[in-house]
Each structure stands twice: as C-alpha cells, then as structure tokens.
C-alpha cells in the first residue's frame, strides 16, 4: 500500500517506495504492460469529485505503447514505468478534473464524451550506485481518462509527466 503525504505547498503525493522498473535507458514496457493487466476490471473514485473510473482492458497496452511512452526517456521513462505501483492511489488523489472534448477522429467511438484530464503528484526514491536511498524525486503528470459511450469513464494514460525540483 502507498503512503499519502502532503507536500510543502499542501498538495498530495502518493510515495512509490521501491524501484520495480530500474533501467531509464531501456524500459522493459512489455513487463510494464504485463503488470499493468493486475487491474483490469477494477474502479477507483477520485475523492475530490467522487467521480469513478475503471480500468478497462484497453488501458495496459495504450499506457506501455502510446506516443508519448515511445517519447519517455531517462528519469520520465523510469518514472511513468515505476508509476504502475500506485495507479490506484494515483486516480484516487487527482486534482483539477477539468473536461475536454474529443477532437480526434480514432477516438469517435471510445471517447465519444470527450476526456478528462487531472493532475497527478508521486514520487521515486533516489538511489546510489549500490541502491542505498539517498532522497527522493518528484514527479507531476497528467492522468488521461476517457468517456467512453457507455457513459462510464476509463483510465487511458498517464502524460506530461515532469519532475519538480
């Protein structure tokens, strides 16, 4: 289970505590993918809108394959990878849900009701050479979930992911 903590500012940060995914030069998005099959068929809330989301089938190969994963390098790779541990906790304390309607033509029928997007605050321990913890990192994203013509909402991907100094 992650811990939840408030940052210096008053924000919430899930910890991630142990490094799954270790290498930032080659991910290995197909054990991403594979992990990331644990919670297909499961639903969060998100505790700011009591809004709940599901994970659907779709999810583990769109987050391990997307565009933007195939754009994820160094320290964001690691961290989009390593953030598989806490996608729970991840849905549950986003912030700032705001809507945006779907403007693609791929996404007409899955996302026929447009997407939310919210922000989303984690972090990675910082490990030496001999994988002693030294600090931690942390990240913020933004968590994509679409609105699917069934009129449920499903986790799509996790992007924009940055770290804060």
């Not at 995914?21 to 594979?34: A, M, Q, Y």
């Not at 490990?127 to 909402?153: A, E, P, S, T």
């Amino acid at each position: 289970m992650a811990q939840i903590i408030l940052n210096e500012k008053g924000q919430k940060m899930v910890v991630i505590d142990e490094i799954i995914f270790s290498s930032k030069r080659k991910i290995d998005w197909d054990g991403v993918e594979e992990y990331l099959k644990r919670y297909v068929g499961q639903m969060y809330v998100i505790e700011e809108t009591d809004d709940i989301v599901y994970i659907g089938s779709d999810f583990p190969d769109e987050y391990a394959n997307s565009k933007y994963t195939e754009r994820a390098f160094g320290a964001v790779g690691k961290a989009k990878a390593n953030a598989t541990q806490v996608i729970p906790e991840l849905i549950q304390n986003a912030i700032n849900i705001c809507w945006k309607e779907n403007l693609e033509e791929k996404h007409r029928k899955d996302a026929k009701y447009g997407w939310y997007r919210c922000d989303i605050r984690f972090s990675l321990p910082k490990c030496d050479d001999k994988k002693n913890v030294i600090g931690i990192n942390i990240f913020r994203g933004r968590m994509i979930i679409r609105c699917d013509i069934d009129g449920k909402k499903y986790l799509y991907d996790i992007i924009d992911i940055k770290k804060e100094t």
